[in-house]
């Protein structure tokens, strides 16, 4: 089947450390971007990449990083400088104006 | 700046009415607009899209119909079930070629027995 696939479902974070998120897809999508998700906020645009090997700063990607090395993977690692990193992230992929698939999401907890 | 406001932000119906969520946005250079659905703790499932030269879309119980001059769309659900119970957001893509959906809050539909 093809889809998005987020892990872990749940990530726990201690103060001052860096963690990454996977996000991996199979549906041969170029875009790849990735949403938080905070209550009563809607969804926030962190980071995005229309191809390989390029990525954009989104809305709010002070404290985030990217990779994009593959096609298929677009991993986000949280680091130490993102100082409220508690949220739901979701990560998604499209072709052009295409509809956009979800993964189902990782939430973070810091400890 | 695109901007996309959805109302209700909450909806509690019995079971059996028919529901109507309204989605505005204050550009109307979109190409198209699209509805998803989002249970507790899930991702966002898509639901319909409606390109920015039709006025609706239909899949089984649900509508969803495009007014790009007043920037306003609204998605209809008949007869609705608890199954429906979700939260329910829009998105706006813009036409200008960077393909990076504006989202509103959503609306969170509870539908009780």
């Known amino acids: 089947d093809g889809g998005i696939t987020q892990s872990p479902k749940y990530l726990f974070r201690k103060e001052g450390q860096n963690v990454t998120l996977s996000c991996e897809q199979n549906?041969?999508?170029?875009?790849m971007y990735w949403y938080r998700q905070d209550p009563g906020q809607g969804l926030r645009l962190i980071y995005y990449?229309?191809?390989?090997?390029?990525?954009q700063k989104g809305d709010i990607a002070e404290g985030y990083s990217v990779s994009r090395e593959k096609k298929e993977s677009f991993p986000l690692t949280v680091t130490s400088a993102q100082k409220n990193p508690t949220a739901f992230y979701l990560c998604?992929?499209?072709?052009?104006?295409?509809?956009?698939?979800f993964g189902q999401g990782t939430r973070l907890t810091v400890v | 700046k695109q901007e996309v406001t959805q109302i209700p932000a909450a909806l509690s119906v019995p079971e059996g009415e028919n529901l109507v969520l309204n989605c505005s946005f204050t550009d109307s250079a979109i190409y198209n607009l699209q509805w998803f659905r989002q249970d507790p703790g899930k991702g966002l499932t898509s639901l319909l899209l409606?390109?920015?030269?039709?006025r609706e879309q239909t899949s089984g119980r649900l509508n969803a119909s495009l007014d790009k001059s007043s920037g306003r769309s609204t998605l209809y659900i008949a007869a609705s079930q608890p199954g429906d119970s979700a939260t329910y957001l829009c998105?706006?893509?813009?036409?200008?070629?960077?393909?990076?959906?504006?989202f509103g809050r959503g609306t969170s539909l509870i539908v009780h027995p």
């Open positions: 409606i390109q920015s030269s039709q």
């Open positions: 549906l041969n999508h170029d875009a």
């Open positions: 998604a992929s499209s072709i052009g104006a295409s509809m956009a698939f």
């Open positions: 998105a706006a893509l813009p036409s200008g070629g960077s393909y990076i959906p504006t």
């Open positions: 990449s229309q191809i390989v090997n390029d990525f």
